[in-house]
């Protein structure tokens, strides 16, 4: 019974270097089969189909020649034009999305406010206010871009007319 007690406390003590010993034969093994691969198994590899025309099989016809109204497209226009849009007419009176005629914006002046460049703009219908760069007003139609003040203008987008609009002041 000593024999077996001493036996299974030294199995206890190196147990760490049986596992290694276990995973070090395992990665032995397994390099062997790497470095030492079977040979595969014969296969016989049907030959390939025939390239030759019988007597019975034509030559396929020729395709069909390219009609001469067919040109290349220039360059210069996939460079210059989106080609994804449509081309039409332009409208014939500026409408805002209800339909009627865009309002006129008139600067009266621009000057220096506490918080920076200042444009004084009023719209048609009478409504006057002073706007920095990136305020929009007119009921979300127009949107201050840049205000110089140097040159006396004003660049506004227009929703109503899908453009910018440069004001000038005094007119």
């Given at each position: 019974?000593?024999?077996?007690r001493?036996?299974?406390?030294w199995?206890l003590?190196?147990?760490?270097?049986?596992v290694?010993?276990?995973?070090?034969?395992?990665?032995?093994?397994?390099?062997y089969?790497?470095?030492?691969?079977?040979p595969?198994?014969?296969?016989?590899?049907?030959?390939?189909?025939s390239?030759?025309?019988?007597?019975?099989?034509a030559?396929p016809?020729d395709?069909p020649?390219?009609?001469?109204?067919?040109r290349?497209?220039p360059?210069?226009?996939l460079?210059?034009n989106?080609?994804f849009?449509?081309q039409?007419?332009?409208?014939v009176?500026?409408?805002?999305?209800d339909?009627?005629?865009?309002?006129?914006?008139?600067l009266?002046?621009?000057r220096?406010?506490?918080?920076?460049?200042?444009?004084?703009?009023?719209?048609?219908g009478?409504?006057?206010?002073?706007?920095?760069?990136?305020?929009?007003?007119g009921?979300?139609?127009?949107?201050?871009?840049?205000?110089?003040?140097?040159g006396?203008?004003?660049?506004?987008?227009?929703?109503?007319?899908?453009?910018?609009?440069t004001?000038?002041?005094?007119?």
């Open positions: 019974m000593e024999q077996l001493k036996i299974g406390l199995l003590l190196v147990k760490e270097r049986i290694l010993g276990i995973v070090v034969l395992f990665l032995l093994a397994r390099l089969q790497v470095f030492n691969p079977t595969p198994p014969d296969v016989e590899i049907p030959p390939p189909p390239t030759d025309l019988s007597a019975s099989e030559m016809e395709p020649a390219q009609p001469e109204s067919i290349p497209t360059a210069e226009a460079a210059n989106n080609p849009t449509v039409s007419s332009p409208p009176a500026p409408a805002g999305e339909g009627e005629k865009a309002p006129n914006l008139v009266r002046r621009i220096e406010g506490r918080d920076g460049v200042e444009a004084d703009i009023q719209v048609e009478g409504d006057r206010g002073r706007y920095k760069a990136n305020d929009t007003f009921d979300g139609k127009f949107r201050v871009q840049r205000i110089d003040p140097a006396q203008t004003v660049e506004v987008w227009s929703t109503a007319e899908r453009k910018v609009l004001l000038r002041a005094g007119g």
